[in-house]
């Protein structure tokens, strides 16, 4: 079954980086992108990028694009997301999601299985 | 950016109970609309996409419909592993965005 398996919570200072890894495996890696969405505490959803396996394509969020790397290495099977420059505003919890598209290899598409979040937390 | 308004924010309902969620667009998605439960503490759980179709393995008492600027979420009989947070999701342009969400609460 497809699982998507993240790594471990973060504290960081600001002006730090963190470097959030999503390891994929039951299904074939190329064939799917990988959405990276994070979610406040008691907030909603965030986009912040998607990254395509096959081709490494990506896509970010403006108010992001400065500051975040979203890649995968097809050879270990995981996807990665960076985010530098952090503040106590990218406090979070940080999802993979992977991306299925409704036809070909790019948007429009779903996330049908999501990692199980990586809490970041930003403080001094 | 495309904007998604859900509504009601907040709903009080009892097992049993149906209820229907809104999600506005305020641009046209097509029918390429989706969307996730969320249980606190949980990642969030894919139950329809395209507007219409359900995931797999998610029940049936949960359908979508809609297209264009104007989709509904509707669960027929509210079980209690229901109550959680609901948000719609649109992908049709960049940036993907998601709707602020529906917390669905026991009344």
New interface residues.
Partial sequence: QVQLVQSGGEVKKPGASVKVSCAASGYSFTKYGFNWVRQAPGQGLEWMGWVGSGNGNTDYAQSLQDRVTVTTDTSTRTAYMELRNLTTADTAMYYCARTNSFGGSNRPWYSDSWGQGTLVIVSS | DIRLTQSPSSLSASVGDRVTITCRTSQT?SS?L?W?Q?IPGK????LI??ASAL?SGVPSRFTGSGSGTYFTLTISSLQPEDFATY?C?????????????TKLEIK
């Fill in positions: 998605v390429f989706n996730y969320q990642a969030p759980k894919l996409f395209g995931q948000y999701h649109q992908s049709y342009n960049s940036p993907d965005t998601f709707g602020q969400g």
